[in-house]
């Protein structure tokens, strides 16, 4: 079985401040691993990817991630947060190979203050 | 990415009666997939829509209840059968392209049973 972790329900962050969101996961094998965002009112959106290769990935906005196998960690971050980033941040998993489908985290949300 | 839309985008609906939503994709996809999401809560997927033959249904999901239909590779319905209040939820169409792994999101569709 796959599972995510989000350990925050809530990130709070200053605007122009670094913002970090947490997650980990658990794949029996290699993992992909997903952030979406969702504003208010509004669908899921994709914001980037791990398949393979090198551990930081960016994404839209300005986000990136790191993968870190170790510690089965896929972290979302930010240099600069700006207001317009809060919203509820999902982290999502599924194993590489063969069928499977997408675990999402049980979401996280960003408040970033003016 | 894939432009999805889903009608209706919300809708009340009274206990006992069925309603049917349906996502559109802008082109061929390989896989559809429709989500759950309830009052603040993460997103739960529902099953997967096979073309051509019944859908794959997660455990906790059965046809009678949420019987799907993908007649070809743009288009599905998902139909929320004799609803209760506990089925008011976000209902999310979701498709996978192709290779790339990324899987996008519909708008969603609001459900409200009374």
């Known amino acids: 079985a796959q599972s995510v972790a989000q350990p925050e329900d809530q990130v709070n962050v200053a605007e122009g401040n670094p913002l970090t969101v947490k997650c980990t996961y658990s794949?029996?094998?290699?993992?992909?691993l997903f952030w979406y965002v969702q504003y208010p009112n509004r669908g899921l959106q994709f914001l980037l990817k791990?398949?393979?290769?090198?551990?930081l990935v960016k994404g839209s906005y300005g986000f990136e991630a790191e993968f870190n196998k170790s510690q089965t960690s896929f972290h979302l971050k930010k240099p600069s947060a700006l207001v317009s980033d809060s919203a509820l941040y999902f982290c999502a998993v599924r194993v590489a190979s063969g069928y499977s489908t997408l675990t999402f985290g049980k979401g996280t949300m960003l408040l970033v203050s003016p | 990415s894939a432009v999805i839309s889903q009608k209706p985008s919300r809708d009340i609906c009274q206990r006992g009666t069925s309603l049917t939503i349906q996502c559109q994709v802008d082109?061929?996809?390989?896989?559809m997939f429709w989500y759950r999401q309830q009052p603040g809560q993460s997103l739960t997927l529902i099953a997967t829509a096979n073309q051509g033959s019944e859908a794959t249904y997660e455990s906790g999901f059965v046809i009678d209840k949420f019987p799907i239909s993908r007649p070809n590779l743009t288009f599905s319905t998902l139909t929320v059968s004799n609803m209760s209040p506990e089925d008011s939820s976000i209902y999310l169409c979701?498709?996978?392209?192709?290779?790339?792994?990324?899987?996008?999101f519909g708008p969603g569709t609001r459900l409200t049973v009374t």
């Open positions: 791990y398949i393979t290769g090198d551990n």
């Open positions: 794949v029996s094998g290699n993992p992909y």
């Open positions: 979701s498709v996978v392209r192709d290779s790339s792994y990324e899987q996008y």
């Open positions: 082109s061929q996809v390989t896989m």
